[in-house]
């Protein structure tokens, strides 16, 4: 137990962090008319490309002789890249026939 | 010193971008502009990603980060101008998928440097890494499994096995159990043990998705887009990155938020959709209706078209899988043009994703403000002269109203039956995804035009333009 003390005291920072987080992603998607679901359901996911941030660091962090992890990171980055670019490209072509309508 | 000041302000303004981002998608007019600033956001990270200082052996390795960046963005970028609006689900499982499977690559690669000893964690830092496995395994497997389940590669009945929640439910047990022992053991069980847990993961992510059937499957996608945000926290805990994990509980909170939403839209419990099914209680209340269909001929129903005051278009998961949107807006245009007041009433889960039967419809030109939601719709249906009921079945069942021995007693329903006459255009007779019969079908106001959607649609357009 007094590991978990010592372990929460050490991270406060950092639970504030995913606690508001965890509050401000509830609050901002409560109010979202379900004509939008759609597009902010491929929005979202495209956010979750930020794996890709993981990849780009582990491949610089890397031994370049190591090719097992290399190969590891050049396929999470190409995977994450997809997620990412894909995600907010077929988001903004959704979104784009919503607005056309406007006039 | 002031290259990691500006490192971390790109971060920051990174993780901004994400909030504000998703705060304008929140209303049609500035959603388009949100996006932009989450992808905006992304863009900045990339670069302060590429470019920060690091600790320990940094050997960067740019010729492989470019090279695989710009492959990525190649075919994210293509695949997303490619794809049919109608495929829209699919390809955002797709997406969703391959942003799992690089998290269970980034734990895999921390799992190998925890057992040849170049990388020191503690229990709490494996725990992570497990939880990076399970959770991305669970969104890579599931989601690509659901891809092919919406593109009808697989059949929903040969993949459910008997008692399959009880499989899942094994198969859960001992992942925990075994994830437990793997931190107990620490180092001395060798990296076999973890390699099976990833296993295990990844089959549990199909065998979860399995049972779950055609109508449920947005909240299912949903509830994985959460997955994969989460472990995209999970794995920025592994690297020491705020940004990571801001942007994937961000998406974890909004994906749970939305999928709650979903179910709620159904009157169903979040248990009961993975579950799967309504099981056996549809029999209940399914005898008591009978009575005899009568069906219109496709003269007829143009007629009754042409000459009302106001008819409401009730479209469903059967007019998106006909794709039979564009016809439907022709026979508006028809319509529009002799004076008839035409409105589109949205159910919250009509189509293949909530807000799904809106982006189809925007895509057929028809204009936003049209488009109904529940309430606008049912007072808006009381006073209409005709609803045609185009491939929806479950969302306009009376019984939801009713018969509270129905098994979908409760549900929000489109109040059809108010309109003076309604028209019902359907496949066949069968029942729709709850199994259970529709008593709208037998009543008195009540017409039925058998026929795929997109064909009898067409069909109904011709005689709409010989009149």
Redesign the interface.
Known sequence: MENFYG?FLDNLL?IY??AF??????E?????????????????????????????????????TDY???S???????????????????????????????K | MLLTFIIEIFFLLGSIGFIWGLRLMSSPETARKGNIYAGVGMALAIIAALIMPLEGNVSNNYAWIFAALIVGTIIGYYSAIKVAMTSMPQMVSLFNGLGGACAVVLGLADVLHYYDGTKVVDTLGFLTVLLTLFIGGVAFTGSIFAYAKLEDLVDDKKVTLPKHSVVNMIMLAGLIGLGAYILMQGEAIGMEAAIIFLVISLIYGVSFVAPIGGADMPVVISLLNSFSGLSGAAAGILFDSQFMVVGGILVGASGTILTVMMCNAMNRSIWNVLIGGFGGTSAVGATATGGTVKEISLNDASIQLYYSQSVIIVPGYGLAVAQAQKICKEIDDQLSANGVDVKYAIHPVAGRMPGHMNVLLAEADVPYPKLLDLDEANSALSSADVAIIVGANDVVNPAAEDDPGSPIYGMPVLKVWNAKSVIVLKRSMRSGYAGIENPLFFHDRTKMLFGDAKEVLGKLSSEIKSL
């Open positions: 372990f950092i962090l995913l987080t965890v509050l401000l992603g509830f901002i998607i409560a109010k979202v008319p379900t004509v939008l679901h759609t597009p902010l359901m491929s929005g979202s996911n495209a956010i979750s490309g930020v794996v890709v941030i993981g990849a780009i660091l582990l491949v610089r962090l890397t031994d370049p097992l992890t290399l590891l990171g050049f396929a999470g980055i190409i995977l994450g890249m997809i997620n990412a670019a894909g995600g907010f490209v077929v988001t903004d072509r959704m979104l784009e026939m919503f607005k056309k309508k406007k």
